[in-house]
């Protein structure tokens, strides 16, 4: 009857009607009831009918499957829990489920099949599951189990639990050599299964939490056999079933993270005894897991400018790291780095602050990123208290960055204090004090003044954070106050004195002068209870300014802020009372009155002691005055510079060049003044004389700004102002930085709309001024500026546009120098970053601009000279960094946007070339012939006209036709050859034509032209002869100017022509730069005027300039013979723009840095030696000396030239100086002619040099001789310790390499094949170098490694190693892992037998928490710091450390060399434990992130790692149908870590599934559980 009701309904009723049939409820039944009214007797045909309907609806197709089925499950999820028809309706769903299955295996490879994938026709399933109904639930877990068993048995055929493991057996099985993709129950299905089973048993437990008594309750025992029934599910999605192991559908790693809920249900105490246990347990093997997965110790500092950029994103921060950092103790997250920790690095390395906040920004980017992974793994019911998220809105984020900021700088400002305190005497008192004295002997000066830069710069860095709300000054206050009294501690306000410093009050006194904080907090303070009034006077120390080393700039801070803010101090007679601390400071009250009196009288008298600052006492006088007159000293300075008395001064240019004649403020007193006076002088010098258009802007009697007649430029003292208070407050005065960079993009635009001719005068001489001021002074600052790879879009325009000749050779001198500053892949991104539009003006918190690469249409470079010079520093940015950090960025594209021609380079150029580089030009067309001597003469025939430029009787016309020849710009390079022919013949030229042909030639393509003649004499000086051909090269460099020394040089050596055995172009080249007359007489000159490589200090270098110029004066429109012989000069020269630092000698500098890279190239050891020796006084103009030998070492280490003492003595002692740098006393005996032996002392005090600064240990002051911080090459300690080791280490490799370098010069490779078996050789040379052995050595004994940095000296090897070639220790290194992996005996134990892990057994009594014990190996995966405090040191454990240092901070080629050592230890076949293979796995864990972007080498890797584990599997005898180990363990959660979060893809998969058939049954189900996903 039932039957056929239900068919009748097929027909009668819409689909899924039927299911109100389900809700008919069993009448009660008592002893005394009769017969049931309505009873469904007949179970089995009440499923046939129900099955048979429900799959006639799916088949209909009139409603999807998934659709119908979820109608289904939700009438059967309907019944009552009690009810009769429940059993009927599971057994009914089970053999819809059967037929379904049955369906999708019949369609497996039919594509296009309705009605969805079974996975989502399974997961309906889980909407069976009810809090509150245990049979409804253990029904529902035990369907799901049967469902389950199903599909494996029809997927894998055989190996459901329970059966034999078969792997080629049944209706669906998988092969391991092709993997089909075909699976039923994907591993997200079961996941999600897994998980909402999970947490609603969990929150089944959280209303069952207590038993009612002891015995347990009913409720009890439900929820018990609900948590069996669903243990025993988990079983059956891992392959177990009692003591039968089968296929697993999902692994023990995916199960362990599905089961952990999370530390906010962990911590708050839900889960039963139960459910902990099996928690405790996943979060265990969660645990171990991490231990692998992260580095033993990853406190990597972050290094300003030496650091990769992918070493801001850390290990510890990506997301994927994230889900099992958190299962670490506290010990072993504490090996990682924070945020807190690079903020704190970049400061104390003064790294610009719009690095500083990229780094925020990317750690709050990739902290949201990780803890929205953890926040989506972990479940958090509603119940829990606190677990209600909160987003985070804009207030919340400054105040994060805040906090960041602030913590930083309390720690620098606490180092710093407690440094200097170490220094000074503050305990001895000073005798006979003359406080009344108005002498200079009253300004109390201490001894070591040098420390005082360290609270100036920390000064300079405070005083921008709180000008640009970064940090707000309250929080500063309070911060610095607990510095002196700590929160919760019971030192009260006469507690301990050695904790106060005036230092700190100083410190906020700085803020005073900030005009939102003295009108703001510091105004209402003062108005009402004035606590941080009372504050500042808890933290005076009274004992500092009677001491020994007492500093009145320092120590008058109380003093002087009572005096700045005076007139707000509401009744000042009573405030004695009120703050009885202020007797300790009165008095010294009379001092700054005196100071104030004493400067306000010099002021008057216009006395310029006082303010030119000429002794340290003076300058510390008006130091003292600008902490308490707010603006005084500012402006008095300005008036001391740009004087209000007319005295018109004439610059160098000639008579339209005159400035304002003012006074010359000393750099100690620049250093010196508060910070706010530094900000505030350089506005007024900004404001009035470098901002307007309109030319230097004056003052007088109140009127507005103006112009003043007769003058039009600035004066030079005022230029040396500006260029000094950027480099001692950088931080402060960025932002005007950066607006006269806007200014300069602006008119490098205006250029591409009409040129120099759009441009006024004063703009012209304000652009002259400026690219002087950078180029010459302003440099190092572009070195470290964070914008500094995107400057050379400033210029582009310019470059090509710009017709003005003088402005022109300073721009061309410029972008020379700017382009070699450059030392990261940033330059690369952007000459293929047309998005490009200025740096951004906002000070704070900057956004960052995606990058989108893209070929630029027009060539960058139109002078050949610019482009040469830029492909070589792209040839070293990509040897020294890689390309690691710019995926996507195309090396072709950046190459062939350089220049308008291909490059063409000789073998000598080409051999060292990193192999991108090389492998691109060598593609390049080869050199064009040079012109021959016949075709000029046959041309000079052919075009009579040409006699006009020898013969001034020349037929009328003449001229105008050469003018329109040589327009056309296929002519141009011949134009200079043919006047070489004439100029044989008869020497003096008629200078007018000449003139008039050369300035219709564009400046941009003088370089090229000139090379072309160059190469013309070239290749005439044999016939010729050297004497004939070096005056006539002299008259047409020196005498008429008609080519450009720099331009000859640059000709000569440019790389297009293989300078080995070129006897004619090396005669050239010593006479160019040796034997001329002229420019010997010039250098004569320039070394009898002794310019100072300290040109800060240099109070006589304008003198100088002058006296040189005067004596040899710049000429650019080839005009200079005709006004020596007084002739009228027609067309007249354009407008002269005013020198400063600029000579023929400042633009020679960047041509000889590029000429000494090809001299090396060219092998010829004399003229190498003698051009340096002779030429090296010019390094003293050089910006960075320093850096240009790191790099020339860098690429040129393995030249044979430089492998000869006197060659690298000449070498640094030319490029160096010596009284600048601080070098070991070995390197700084070698250089003076000594000897030089490297042993193990000077490696381990090397090492702990640099390991004191990656520690920001200050260091102590030093001998006079070195310059401040601030003005030297490299302001970074960090950075600047580095490239001074890196120097010495380099050095002394070249000196090793001199017994074979002989041999080797006669060998000149000039084929790819070549030059690839001399990088070989290199490499084996390399690896016996005893100085990287002795340091490995050193590095890997912990006892050399003083505490409590042991790993600071580990990572310091780390980052010397990738800062080094990478073949002398960084590819060493890392091959020592075979070493490792093979000889160290802990490695070759194999780890404790364990039985694959069963959720039913782990739930029974006698198993129930038993703990699990570690391993005899886990020393080697711990914490390096936690293995030191614990006397657990061991070999393996040090080198991962060491490895990883070497990873983080390496690129792509580390992770080459790594990949060859583990696949050469796979083919070596002696691994032979499990131990072994888990190490492996280590030393590749905490690079997965990195190894993704490398497909190619990921996959690799993994196959290896496979192989690996079928090597070792043979030797461990436990290993059988149902024992594992805990290394093999875990090193199959690091395959399920791998799959899980940085999948590679099928099609790698498929390439590693090979490996995989070769291991074990059991283990190859596991693996391909992982693969089959």
């Known amino acids: 009857v039932i039957q056929s009701s239900y068919q009748d309904l097929e027909y009668l009723v819409p689909c899924g009607s039927f299911l109100g049939l389900f809700d008919e409820r069993p009448i009660k039944r008592t002893r005394t009831d009769g017969p049931r009214v309505f009873e469904f007797d007949d179970s089995e045909s009440t499923c046939n009918s129900i099955r048979h309907l429900t799959l006639t609806a799916i088949s209909s197709g009139t409603m999807p499957a998934v659709d119908v089925l979820r109608v289904v499950v939700d009438a059967v999820r309907n019944i009552h829990d009690a009810s009769a028809v429940l059993d009927i309706g599971f057994r009914s769903l089970f053999e819809i489920y059967q037929k379904r299955l049955s369906f999708h295996c019949a369609n497996r490879y039919t594509t296009g099949v309705v009605g969805g994938t079974f996975g989502e026709e399974y997961l309906i399933l889980t909407k069976l599951f009810e809090l509150h ?473 216009e006395r310029p002691e006082l ?193 003005h000749r003088q402005l022109y050779g300073s721009l061309e001198c410029f972008a020379l120098c700017l382009v070699n500053l450059q030392h990261d892949v940033g330059f690369l991104q952007a000459l293929l970053d047309p998005g490009y539009h200025g740096v951004s003006l906002e000070p704070v918190r900057p956004e960052a601009r995606p990058v989108r690469y893209s070929k630029p249409a027009v060539a960058w470079f139109a002078c050949a000279m610019l482009a040469r010079n830029a492909a070589v520093v792209i040839a070293r940015i990509v040897a020294m960094r890689g390309l690691g950090d710019a995926p996507g960025l195309v090396l072709e594209d950046c190459l062939a946007s350089l220049p308008l021609q291909p490059l063409p380079w000789a073998p000598a150029v080409l051999r060292f070339l990193p192999r991108p580089v090389r492998a691109y030009y060598a593609r390049a067309s080869s050199a064009e012939p040079v012109v021959a001597a016949a075709d000029v003469r046959r041309l000079i025939d052919a075009r009579p006209e040409h006699r006009a430029l020898v013969d001034a009787g020349a037929a009328p016309g003449s001229e105008a036709a050469l003018v329109a020849l040589y327009a056309d710009a296929r002519h141009r390079p011949l134009f200079l050859l043919t006047l070489w022919e004439l100029l044989l013949e008869s020497p003096r030229p008629v200078i007018p034509v000449v003139r008039r042909v050369l300035l219709a030639f564009p400046p941009s393509q003088m370089s090229a032209c000139t090379a072309a003649l160059v190469d013309y004499i070239a290749a005439a000086v044999d016939d010729v002869g050297l004497g004939t051909v070096g005056p006539l090269l002299d008259s047409l460099m020196f005498t008429f100017r008609f080519v450009q020394h720099e331009h000859v040089v640059f000709g000569l050596v440019r790389g297009v022509h293989d300078l080995r055995g070129d006897t004619a172009r090396l005669a050239l080249v010593r006479h160019v730069l040796l034997g001329s007359v002229e420019f010997v007489a010039r250098l004569a000159e320039w070394q009898r005027l002794d310019f100072q490589g300290r040109y800060w200090a240099d109070v006589d270098h304008w003198r100088k300039q002058e006296a040189y110029l005067a004596r040899f004066p710049e000429y650019f429109e080839y005009e200079a013979q005709l006004v020596k012989d007084g002739v009228a000069v027609d067309p007249p020269p354009a407008l002269p723009l005013p020198i400063y630092y600029e000579t023929a000698m400042v633009r020679l500098l960047p041509v000889l840095e590029f000429a000494l890279g090809r001299l090396i190239e060219a092998e010829d050891r004399s003229l190498l030696c003698d051009v340096l020796d002779r030429l090296g006084i010019l390094y003293r103009l050089h910006q960075v000396p320093l850096t240009t030998l790191m790099n020339t070492l860098f690429v040129f280490f393995d030249a044979p030239a430089l492998h000869d003492p006197t060659v690298m003595r000449s070498l640094a002692l030319s490029l160096l100086d010596m009284t600048q740098q601080s070098f070991t006393p070995e390197f700084t005996r070698f250089v003076a002619g000594g000897d030089w032996s490297v042993d193990a002392g000077y490696v381990c005090r090397m090492l702990a040099r640099i390991s004191r600064a990656i520690a920001r240990h200050l260091r102590r002051p030093e001998k006079d001789a070195l310059p401040e911080s601030h003005y030297r090459e490299i302001p970074n300690p960090i950075l600047l310790v580095l490239t001074e080791c890196v120097v010495e280490l380099l050095t002394w490799w070249c000196l090793h390499q001199a017994p074979a370098s002989e041999a080797r010069l006669l060998a000149r490779p000039e084929s790819e094949a070549e030059f690839r078996a001399e990088e070989a050789a290199r490499t084996k040379r390399a690896a016996a170098w005893p100085v990287a052995r002795l340091w490995l050595d050193i590095a890997m004994d912990p006892a050399a490694h003083p505490p409590p940095s042991g790993a600071t000296y580990i990572h310091s090897t780390g980052l010397l190693a990738n800062v080094l070639p990478d073949e002398l220790m960084a590819f060493p290194f890392v091959q020592h892992l075979t070493n490792i992996v093979l000889e160290e005996p802990v490695l070759k134990t194999i780890s404790r037998p364990k039985r694959y892990f069963s959720f039913v057994e782990f739930a029974l009594p006698a198993t129930f928490a038993q703990p699990s014990p570690l391993f005899a190996a886990t020393a080697v995966f711990n914490s390096y710091e936690q293995n030191r405090a614990r006397h657990m040191v061991n070999r393996p454990n040090t080198y991962l450390t060491l490895l990883h240092s070497i990873l983080h901070y390496g690129g792509i080629g580390t992770f080459n060399t790594l990949a060859e050592v583990i696949r050469g230890l796979v083919a070596s076949g002696q691994l032979c434990s499990d131990i072994q293979l888990l190490y492996l796995c280590a030393t590749v864990g905490p690079i997965l992130y990195r190894l993704k972007d490398h497909e190619l080498l990921y996959v690799q890797i993994l196959g290896d790692l496979v192989s690996a584990m079928a090597q070792v599997c043979p030797h461990i005898e436990s290993l059988d149908i149902d024992t594992s180990t805990d290394a093999v363990e875990q090193v199959m959660d690091f395959f399920c870590f791998v799959k899980d979060q940085f999948d590679p893809g099928r099609s790698a998969w498929r390439s590693i599934a090979p490996h995989i058939a070769a291991l074990p049954s059991l283990l190859r189900y596991q693996l391909q559980s992982i693969v089959d996903q």
């Not at 199903?150 to 057996?169: F, K, N, R, V, W």
């Not at 507690?495 to 003295?518: C, P």
């Not at 209870?529 to 504050?535: A, K, P, S, V, Y």
Request: positive net charge; charged residues 20%.
């Open 611 to 803: 303010l030119a600052g000429d002794t340290v006492c003076r300058a510390m006088k008006t130091a003292a005055v600008s902490q308490f007159r707010q603006y005084a000293v500012p402006n008095a300075l300005y008036t001391f510079l740009v004087p209000p008395r007319e005295a018109i001064g004439q610059l160098p240019s000639g008579p339209l060049t005159t400035y304002q004649q003012g006074g010359r403020i000393s750099t100690l007193l620049l250093d010196n003044i508060n910070v706010g006076g530094k900000h505030r002088l350089l506005q007024l010098v900004y404001k009035m004389m470098l901002a307007h258009e309109m030319g230097p802007q004056f003052q007088v009697d109140g009127r507005p700004p103006a112009a003043r007649d007769g003058i039009t430029c600035v004066s030079p003292h005022v230029v040396d102002t500006v260029y000094r208070l950027l480099y001692n407050a950088p931080y402060s005065n960025e932002l005007m930085m950066k607006e006269v960079l806007e200014k300069l993009r602006r008119c490098d635009e205006a250029m591409v709309r009409g040129g120099v001719a759009r441009l006024a005068a004063p703009t012209l001489r304000w652009l002259y001024t400026v690219y002087q001021l950078m180029n010459c002074r302003l440099l190092r600052f572009f070195k470290y500026y964070a914008h500094a790879s995107h400057l050379v879009h400033h210029l582009r325009h310019s470059l090509v546009h710009v017709t």
């Open 133 to 605: 109904r245990p049979r409804t639930w253990v029904a529902a877990v035990r369907l799901v189990s049967m469902v389950t068993k199903s599909a494996i048995g029809i997927m894998y055929g055989g190996t459901t639990p329970g059966e034999a493991p078969s792997l080629s057996t049944g209706t669906h099985a998988a092969s391991l050599s092709e993997i089909s993709g075909i699976n039923f129950l994907p591993e997200a299905v079961c996941r999600e299964t897994i998980r909402v089973v999970w947490r609603l048993l969990l929150d089944s437990a959280a209303t069952e939490r207590q038993p009612a008594s002891v015995l347990g309750s009913a409720r009890r025992t439900r929820w018990q056999i609900r948590f069996d029934a669903t243990l025993e599910l988990f079983d059956c999605f891992v392959g177990r079933s009692g003591q039968c192991l089968g296929r697993p559908l999902v692994s023990y790693y995916t199960v362990a993270r599905e089961l952990d809920p999370g530390a906010a249900v962990a911590e708050s105490g839900l889960l039963t005894d139960e459910m902990q246990a099996i928690v405790d347990l996943c979060f265990a093997r969660k645990r171990r897991l991490g231990r692998i997965l992260l580095p033993p110790d990853g406190s990597w500092p972050l290094i300003s400018h030496a650091s990769r950029a992918h070493t801001v994103k850390h290990v510890y921060d990506q997301p994927a790291y994230a889900l099992v950092r958190d299962s670490l103790t506290f010990e072993e997250t504490e090996r990682g780095p924070s945020a807190n920790k690079y903020v704190a690095d970049l400061l104390y390395q003064r790294a610009p602050t719009d690095e500083i906040f990229a780094a925020i920004r990317n750690h709050r980017i990739t902290k949201k990123k990780a803890m929205a992974a953890v926040a989506n793994d972990s479940y958090v019911p509603n119940r829990v208290p606190g677990s209600v998220a909160v987003e985070e809105s804009v207030d919340a984020e400054k105040h994060e960055v805040a906090q960041l900021l602030l913590e930083a700088m309390a720690q620098r400002i606490e180092q710093t204090v407690r440094y200097i305190q170490r220094q000074c005497d503050f305990e001895t008192l000073l005798n006979e004090r003359k406080l009344n004295d108005n002498s200079d002997a009253s300004m109390i000066v201490p001894r070591n003044i040098q420390y005082w830069e360290h609270m100036n710069e920390i000064a300079d860095q405070l005083y921008y954070f709180v000008l640009f709300d970064a940090i707000p000054y309250k929080a500063v206050h309070e911060r610095l106050y607990s510095l002196v009294f700590p929160k919760d501690s019971d030192i009260q306000a006469g507690g301990s004195m050695r904790r106060r410093d005036n230092s700190y009050i100083w410190l906020l006194l700085q803020l005073f002068h900030i005009e939102k904080v003295a009108a703001g907090p510091i105004r209402a303070d003062l108005a009402g209870d004035e606590d941080m009034l009372d504050q500042l006077m808890q933290m005076y120390n009274e004992q500092q300014i009677v001491s020994k080393d007492a500093f009145y700039v320092r120590d008058l801070a109380l003093q002087a802020a009572m005096s700045h803010q005076q007139e707000k101090i509401s009744d000042n007679q009573g405030v004695k009372f009120r703050h009885p601390r202020m007797a300790v400071a009165m008095p010294f009250a009379a001092v700054v009155f005196r100071l104030r009196q004493e400067f306000g009288r010099w002021f008057r008298e």
